[in-house]
């Protein structure tokens, strides 16, 4: 095959690679990252899930599978089985199992007493949890199953059973949610975020398909993904935003994912978002703007409270009368806030290590395109005219001082009214001049004469040369002494 086929089959290769992975549903799938690297993926997560369910129901034998739910999540190391209860054939169950994450701080023993615990917490808008358990190595927790399915399900007009994949990765029709249902829906959903917050238990797990339909209400689900260490769906986009690094904030930031999916149908294409099409509201893009922005991004997230404040959410009314009750332990409260400690300085330390990275690669990026390329060349040439200019004015300087010294040397006389006498050296000596005639009356005071120094070695000769051009550099006119003379070349008549 000729090279050039092959380079250009490989560059298409890699511009699909490249629209794939930057898809953030796309980028997720189990068969996009075996692909990939076949190496990391190749355990079969739904067999392990199997022993360990099969291992829970020795224990738990009123509990039967009744279909396993196949790949109706996005994480590759998350399964769903529809269950039942054998004397209550009619109720329908999900139990999911997941393998515990890279951000999974607590103690064996503190993470299993509060996975344990969820079933005890009572909200709203928290989807109640029916019995949940957890090891060393995993969790399971099981929830009544709802056939109405989840608010992505709602957005997107799909069926709960079906993939992720086929439910939300190209869907027919993209149409937003009445304006009423965001509201609703948004208040509902700060309201639980609130709640949490304020209990101290960290959630990060936002997104419309977290969120259960219960007729016209939310509910939360998923409380145990923070705890198993499980990394948040939109961790790639919140990784880059150096602002975004607590739990809170990045809760606030799902929130802004979630709004902009319920009011246009759709997730947003980039990450900060420069614009916002048309909305049903006003009141919706100023939310929005608080959030999804490239200043929101630079300025840090709005809290919860504060969005509750806002025009779109301040004004609906809450009809539900049930009391919250989730008591968490004091003991286990330290271990939470500690376990939150270690995930938000994990992140910013991935965040550190992403920003130094893009700094590499723009740089790289910058330095090796043609433009500067070009410039660099110009440069060059100008810096190398330069110096070969002013390597030949040095040269041309240093060729002119030897000749204006040699010239110095043969022609000028060693001693002259306006320089001191060089000193002596080895080898030369000097005779005084003869005195001067007596006056004449017409005549001009005749030149003083001057016996020439006798040759000197080479060495006595430059030292002589340079003293003189030094003595001749260093004249100042100024350090000359006035004198008087006394003129008696006229005739004297007595």
Not at 410 to 433: D, R
Not at 454 to 461: G, L, T, V
Not at 470 to 489: P, V
């Amino acid at each position: 095959m000729e090279r050039e086929f092959i380079a250009e089959r490989q560059k298409g290769l890699q511009t699909y690679l490249d629209v794939i992975t930057s898809h953030h549903i796309l980028s997720n799938c189990e068969l996009v990252k075996k692909f990939l690297d076949p190496n990391s993926y190749s355990v079969n997560y739904t067999e392990i899930a199997l022993q360990h369910v099969s291992m829970f129901f020795r224990s738990e034998p009123k509990w039967e599978v009744v279909e396993p739910l196949k790949d109706i999540g996005w994480r590759i190391r998350k399964k769903y089985f529809l269950m039942k209860i054998k004397n209550q054939p009619k109720e329908r169950l999900m139990l999911s199992w997941a393998d515990l994450g890279p951000d999974k701080y607590l103690s064996d023993k503190d993470l299993q007493y509060a996975v344990k615990l969820l079933s005890s917490c009572s909200h709203p808008y928290i989807y109640k949890i029916t019995f949940a358990t957890a090891n060393e190595s995993s969790a399971l927790v099981i929830r009544p199953f709802s056939e109405k399915g989840t608010l992505k399900d709602l957005i997107y007009k799909a069926k709960p059973k079906d993939p992720f994949l086929k439910k939300y990765c190209n869907p027919k029709k993209i149409q937003g949610l009445e304006l009423q249902q965001i509201k609703t829906y948004g208040r509902q959903i700060l309201e639980v975020l609130k709640f949490l917050h304020e209990k101290g238990f960290p959630y990060g797990h936002l997104h419309a398909a977290n969120v259960m339909l219960d007729g016209d209400t939310c509910k939360l689900l998923d409380l145990e993904n923070s705890l198993l260490g499980l990394p948040s769906f939109y961790r790639s986009y919140f990784s880059q935003f150096r602002k975004i690094n607590t739990l809170e904030s990045i809760d606030v930031h799902c929130f802004g994912h979630l709004l902009y999916e319920m009011t246009y149908g759709r997730p947003p294409d980039t990450i900060p978002v420069d614009s916002f099409p048309p909305a049903p509201s006003v009141f919706v893009v100023s939310v929005l703007e608080s959030i999804l922005t490239c200043e929101a991004m630079k300025n840090g997230m709005p809290t919860v409270s504060r969005l509750l404040q806002m025009p779109l959410f301040s004004d609906v009314l809450l009809t539900n009368s049930e009391k919250p009750q989730f008591k968490v332990p004091t003991k286990l409260k330290e271990a939470l806030k500690t376990s939150k400690e270690c995930i938000e300085k994990r992140l910013t330390e991935e965040q550190k290590l992403i920003h130094q990275h893009r700094r590499l690669t723009r740089a790289q990026s910058h330095h090796g395109s043609e433009e500067e390329k070009k410039k660099r060349k110009i440069l060059a040439r100008k810096k190398s005219k330069r110096s070969a200019y002013e390597s030949g004015e040095e040269h041309s300087a240093k060729y002119s001082n030897s000749n204006n010294s040699a010239g110095s040397g043969a022609s000028s006389p060693l001693t002259s009214p306006s320089s001191p006498t060089p000193p002596s050296t080895a080898g030369a000596s000097s005779i005084p001049p003869a005195p001067p005639p007596p006056p004449l009356p017409p005549a001009a005071p005749p030149p003083s004469t001057e016996v020439p120094m006798q040759p000197s070695p080479q060495p006595a000769i430059s030292a002589s040369r340079g003293a003189l051009l030094s003595s001749i550099q260093n004249f100042q006119k100024g350090t000359l002494k006035k004198t008087q003379t006394c003129d008696y070349s006229a005739p004297r008549i007595s």
